[in-house]
T-cell receptor, first 119, second 108 residues
Framework: NAGVTQTPKFQVLKTGQSMTLQCAQD?????MSWYRQDPGMGLRLIHYSVGAGITDQGEVPNGYNVSRSTTEDFPLRLLSAAPSQTSVYFCASSYSYPGRLSSYNSPLHFGNGTRLTVT | GQSLEQPSEVTAVEGAIVQINCTYQ??????LSWYQQHDGGAPTFLSYNGLDGLEETGRFSSFLSRSDSYGYLLLQELQMKDSASYFCAVGNDYKLSFGAGTTVTVRA
């Protein structure tokens, strides 16, 4: 199994450009999420999805869009890149709600990240 | 919302024991999770406490006190490969929030 696959690994954008960060998982996980990681601030939730067709906002959703047309894919779109969006982006998935673990659930499985620089 | 506090850095020598504390404020608390992240890598799950008490997984143990909104991760018999960042996390309503992370540096 590949697990959670993110592409690209690195990206440089100019201010105002748009792009899509790709995320795919092959574990049949219902829950998928996007985090950004900045120095000294840990991981902050951008958007999440509890299943195909269902998305919701996390802690820092402004400037980002998501959609979930299939169970496997959860792309993150930057509509008009800004230098403040320079960060490392992680996609993560789990069977269900990752905050309450049980024998029917699983913790978050993270992709290897996308390092984005906006100039 | 949720807030979590953990120390920013801890340094210890090989073979030592390190305890990383985490205090949290949240509504609808279900449990406390811990994740490890090596430099340049992806976070990986270490442990979860849904009930008060100690959970042990090899050299690592995690503790939770719900009444004190407090938990800790205990790293025993430290090895060089344990040099990494460690994050506590809590969540409700499908939003899992992470602390800012504790960087553990293991010295020979």
């Amino acid at each position: 199994n590949a697990g959670v696959t993110q592409t690209p690994k690195f990206q440089v954008l100019k201010t105002g450009q748009s792009m899509t960060l790709q995320c795919a998982q092959d574990m049949n996980h219902e829950y998928m999420s996007w985090y950004r990681q900045d120095p000294g601030m840990g991981l902050r939730l951008i958007h999440y999805s509890v299943g195909a067709g269902i998305t919701d906002q996390g802690e820092v959703p402004n400037g980002y869009n998501v959609s979930r047309s299939t169970t496997e894919d959860f792309p993150l779109r930057l509509l008009s890149a800004a230098p403040s969006q320079t960060s490392v982006y992680f996609c993560a998935s789990s069977y269900s709600y990752p905050g309450r673990l049980s024998s029917y659930n699983s913790p978050l499985h993270f992709g290897n990240g996308t390092r984005l620089t906006v100039t | 919302g949720q807030s979590l506090e953990q120390p920013s850095e801890v340094t210890a020598v090989e073979g030592a024991i390190v305890q990383i504390n985490c205090t949290y404020q949240t509504s609808g608390f279900y449990g406390l999770s811990w994740y490890q992240q090596h430099d340049g890598g992806a976070p990986t799950f270490l442990s979860y406490n849904g009930l008060d008490g100690l959970e042990e997984t090899g050299r690592f143990s995690s503790f939770l006190s719900r009444s004190d909104s407090y938990g800790y991760l205990l790293l025993q018999e430290l090895q060089m490969k344990d040099s990494a960042s460690y994050f506590c996390a809590v969540g409700n309503d499908y939003k899992l929030s992470f602390g800012a992370g504790t960087t553990v540096t293991v010295r020979a």
